[in-house]
């Protein structure tokens, strides 16, 4: 994967004279600081990003935290104070005028929080409204816009105005706008958040399905953190304009790496995030005979394998000592094995469990790639994270 | 015991007439220019209404006020001409009623300009803005004094008090509808990569309508009260009427003239009151969906299911 996007050093300081902030920041003083000091309020300090090509790049914070400002940057709706920002190695905050609305026109495009529709257009009319500004024949733009509408399952609503729509329908048309255009970057300001609960679960998941054949790299705002984690390959939350943790999901639940961070964690539901590569040890070879051979993992029974590398049986830990001592294999191994994927989730891993019984991880294949025991399977559900367990409170947004 | 009239030392008045003089005999070229327009419009416009038979003319009125309102509306504008016929005073109204429509010609044409560029500068609107102000507070009836000095008195100079006093509602209509204009959209609009003048033109504009159109119909009431308050320096209309009625001591004349007044100004009300709602957007939909035209326009083969997956979970 190669970088699509590349923040470096993004200042933003709402003034039109920002030299003193920027001079406080440079001291190391932090937003709170400045604000104090010089009445200026600090957007973003000093934040380096980079977006890999096709990734769901989640931007999470709380209200205040500078995610928007972050997102409106990208794409100069907000003028950065200072630093760079690179599409595909270009630096955007450089672009004059005319390449800026290019750059708008073709190459960004952007779903807004409350959808932002022509209320005096009809959908279709909203869904071409980009290209229309990029000056394409109506003929051309009519029939990109029909097809878009019918990847986001709209089609039949083309010729219908904003304020027919529901909620959901509405944040759709959004999307086709977007989408209509064939930018590479898509920013979702915060796209979901005004939608009820179930239509945004529901929006989710039909994002999810879009970006599998889509494969945008798409930078999505929000302020909960159940989405970032239901949604992105990479997360990076935001506090007081700086970024305080970025990485995978996974990665940041369960090493949050300070108090604020794991206030987030602790209401995750882990048995949906986690999978079982997360809990699995890899089984060591314990002995063999002819085309089987035999691993196990430390305190565990072990599986018979094939030369091919997948499980033929499992062998308990009783006959695991008979067969380290020659025993016959093929005798001790039992046919009633379990075995699940190593991405399948926590919750799927626990469904499966049979009393203490070990089940073998394979990969995409079917191959053998490590064991996982039930007990972990449970330690790792019922973990809280390490750093603390405060929720988030006025105290530790301003700590 | 110092009396006020002691102060009264500041000859203000002087020196207004003396300014008032000096501009109207040096820059008589720029008054004539601005009459010039304006006389031509205005005897066009009345030479139209008044060759016009009384039959044609209804059923114009009607039928624009079908278009640009409704039914019952037409309806009512039927009854409203019909009656200041039968008053026997079909002439001057449609004096007061060309009077009207050409005050709404200039005021749109300076108006409009005017209040665009209010709301994208606020530079300009803080000159605009105290100018205005005193435009409005001032009485229609202050008016008249400078413009009869300026342009002198009858028909013309009267249209001249009427554009002035009119304009103000429509360029601080335009000015709020195109600043009201919900922020979030105007950044859509500049997210996808809109110049300034799409940005107007595709975005601002169309959305403010509703807005400017409810400043049009505070223009054409203001027009209407004005084209009464000139009969005093000699424009003719209805105003003139209740003038000479006033005069004479006849309160019939008066009172047929005010009757009229009001007729007019309640038909003109109502139909650029609905011209303002915001109705209008979904007519095109309304009617398409009623001829089932939409599936013809959307080009989609009959026998799909009509519910998407989304139309039902939506």
């Known amino acids: 994967m190669t970088e699509r996007l590349q923040i470096e050093n993004l200042y933003k300081i709402f003034s039109n004279q920002p030299q003193p902030a920027m001079d406080l920041l440079a001291r190391g003083a932090d937003k709170d600081e400045v604000q104090a000091e010089t009445g200026m309020v ?117 010729y219908h105005f904003p304020h027919e729509l529901s909620g959901g329908m509405r944040q759709r048309v959004g999307l086709a706008r977007a989408l209509a255009t064939d930018a590479d970057v898509l920013v979702m300001d915060e796209a979901f958040s005004a939608l009820d609960p179930l239509i945004r679960t529901e929006m989710q998941d039909e994002l999810l399905r879009l970006q599998r054949s889509l494969k945008k790299t798409i930078l999505f705002i929000t302020h909960d953190f159940q989405e970032a984690l239901k949604l992105g390959n990479v997360i990076a939350i935001m506090a007081d304009g700086k970024v305080m943790r970025e990485g995978t999901p996974q990665s940041i639940v369960s ?21 079982a590569a997360s809990v699995m040890q890899a089984g060591a070879p314990v002995a063999s005979a002819g085309r089987v051979k035999v691993v196990a993992g430390e305190g565990t029974g072990g599986f018979a394998l094939n030369d091919e590398g997948r499980v033929v049986g499992r062998i308990d830990a009783a006959s695991l000592d008979r067969a380290r001592s020659g025993g016959n294999i093929d005798a001790e191994a039992q046919s009633d094995f379990l075995s699940v994927r190593r991405d399948s989730k926590l919750l799927d891993v626990a469904r499966m469990c049979r009393g ?44 | 015991m110092l009396e006020a009239d002691d102060l009264a030392i500041f000859p203000v008045d002087v020196w207004i007439s003396d300014a008032v003089q000096w501009v109207a005999l040096n820059l008589r070229p720029l008054f004539i220019a601005i009459k010039w327009p304006i006389e031509n419009l205005l005897t066009f416009i009345d030479g139209i ?35 200041i016929a039968a008053m ?142 000139v009969a005093m320096i000699g424009a003719e209309g209805l105003g003139l009427i209740v003038l000479q009625g006033i005069g004479r001591l006849d309160v019939g004349r008066a009172a047929i003239g005010g009757i009229a007044i009001v007729l007019l100004a309640m038909m003109l009300d109502r139909i650029t009151q609905k011209m303002a709602e915001p109705k209008r957007a979904s007519a095109r939909s309304r009617w398409l969906a009623a001829f089932n035209l939409d599936r013809i326009f959307s080009r989609r083969d009959e026998g799909e299911p009509v519910a998407t997956q989304s139309g039902s979970n939506a």
């Open chain 1, 356 to 399: 203490t019984q070990d089940l073998a991880v394979t990969d995409e294949d079917g191959r053998f790639v490590g064991i996982v025991s039930p007990s972990k399977v449970l330690a790792a559900i019922s973990a809280t994270s390490q750093a603390g367990s405060k929720r988030p409170t006025e105290e530790t947004l301003h700590a």
């Open chain 2, 49 to 83: 209404m008044h060759a016009t038979p009384f039959p044609v003319m209804v059923l114009v009125m009607a039928l624009l006020a079908y278009v640009l309102a409704n039914r019952n509306i037409a309806i009512f504008t039927v009854i409203v001409l019909v009656l």
């Open chain 1, 255 to 275: 090493e949050p790496g300070s108090d604020y961070v794991a206030a987030f964690t602790n209401d995750v539901d882990r048995s949906r995030l986690f999978d």
């Open chain 1, 42 to 158: 600090v957007g973003l300090n000093n934040v380096s990003l980079t977006v890999p090509t096709g990734a769901m790049y989640m931007i999470m914070g709380l209200s205040g935290s500078g995610k928007s400002t972050l997102a409106r940057c990208v794409n100069r709706l907000n003028e950065p104070t200072a630093g760079r920002i690179l599409l595909d190695g270009e630096d955007i905050v450089a672009l004059n005028d005319h390449d800026l609305r290019e750059v708008r026109r073709t190459r960004i495009s952007m779903v807004f929080q409350h959808f932002a529709l022509l209320p005096n257009r009809t959908v279709i009319e909203n869904v071409e409204f980009g290209l229309k500004l990029r000056g394409l024949a109506v003929k051309k733009r009519r029939s990109r816009a029909e097809d878009v509408l019918s990847i986001v399952g709209l089609d039949r609503w083309g």
């Open chain 2, 88 to 229: 026997g005073v079909w002439d001057p109204a449609m004096t007061t009623l060309a009077l009207i429509s050409t005050a709404i010609f200039f005021c749109a044409v300076i108006g409009l300009p005017i209040g665009i560029w209010s709301a994208r500068s606020d530079r300009v609107w803080n000159i605009v803005r105290p100018v205005l102000d005193v435009m409005q507070t001032t009485p229609t009836f202050v008016y008249l004094v400078p413009v009869v000095m300026l342009f002198g008195v009858g028909t013309v100079p009267g249209e001249v008090a009427v554009v002035i006093a009119a304009a103000p509602p429509l360029i601080r209509f335009t000015n709020l509808g195109i600043r009201m204009v919900d922020h979030e959209i105007v950044e859509a609009g500049m997210a996808f990569g809109a110049n300034r003048r799409q940005l107007l033109w595709e975005i601002q504009i169309p959305m403010a309508i509703p807005t400017i159109l409810g400043g049009l119909n505070q223009t054409v009431l203001t027009a209407m009260v004005m084209s009464v308050v």
